[in-house]
């Protein structure tokens, strides 16, 4: 069993910033690669930021240069510094892990974020 906790999320106003934390426990063997999706209202869900085992990361082109995602690894705990918030922002945000031995993947509950004056 393997459970992703989240944390973070809220109501900010433009320009201003949230850093979401989740942490993985339960059975997970080997590297990981773990994540940052959202989903806006009324629309499908989309890649935000990807951390892979070795630290490469990867952005949504949306986001670069606002969001930092990084990880401690040795706890499979993985972070999203959000900055520049602006109202397109808004989505529900969900975490993800997969393993790289096997594939399996894993989501989160998911934690609201809301960029609103």
């Known amino acids: 069993q393997v459970r992703l906790v989240e944390s973070g999320g809220g109501l900010v106003q433009p320009g201003g910033s949230l850093r979401l934390s989740c942490a993985a426990s339960g059975d997970i063997f080997g590297p990981t690669v773990m994540g940052w999706y959202r989903q806006p209202p009324g629309k499908q869900r989309e890649t935000v930021a990807i951390?892979?085992?070795?630290?490469?990361?990867s952005y949504d082109d949306s986001v670069k240069g606002r969001f930092t995602i990084t990880r401690d690894g040795g706890a499979n705990t993985v972070y999203l510094q959000m900055n520049s918030l602006k109202p397109e922002d808004t989505a529900v945000y969900y975490c993800h892990l997969v393993t790289v031995v096997g594939g399996s993947p894993y989501w989160g509950q998911g934690t609201q974020v809301t960029v609103s004056s």
């Open positions: 951390i892979g085992n070795a630290d490469s990361t």
